[in-house]
């Protein structure tokens, strides 16, 4: 079995829950629940996968920062309250070369 799914039926979560303690009883909760929302992780592809209903919100809070090595792949908008910067370039504060302050639009980045 390369895949773990989850156990809906709720009588069957409360059985194990008694019957386990400490860490055991942490990981068991995190992995079920009643709504549908999973964790998963395929051993064979070494795939995570997390799934919410719909509605369903995430909310990373890490004030000290997070960091994400490899490709993202955002399919929706990206809100950043403050800036974004690639390759050392501000979005927000960024400038043009070639071009005079005035009425005209600038061409598209280069
Ligand atoms: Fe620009």
Redesign the pocket.
């Known amino acids: 079995m390369n895949e773990v799914q989850p156990i809906r039926e709720k009588r069957q979560i409360n059985a194990i829950k008694k019957a386990i303690r400490g860490r055991d009883l942490l990981l068991f909760t995190l992995g079920i629940n009643p709504d549908g929302a999973s964790f998963s992780y395929n051993h064979a592809t070494h795939a995570l996968v997390v799934t919410l209903p719909a509605g369903g919100t995430a909310t990373v809070d890490a004030p000290g920062g997070t960091t994400w090595t490899g490709d993202i792949k955002l399919n929706g908008t990206l809100i950043a309250t403050t800036d974004v910067v690639g390759g050392g370039k501000s979005?927000k504060g960024?400038?043009?070369g070639g071009v005079q302050a005035g009425g005209a639009q600038?061409g598209t980045?280069v």
């Open positions: 979005l960024h400038k043009h600038t980045p």
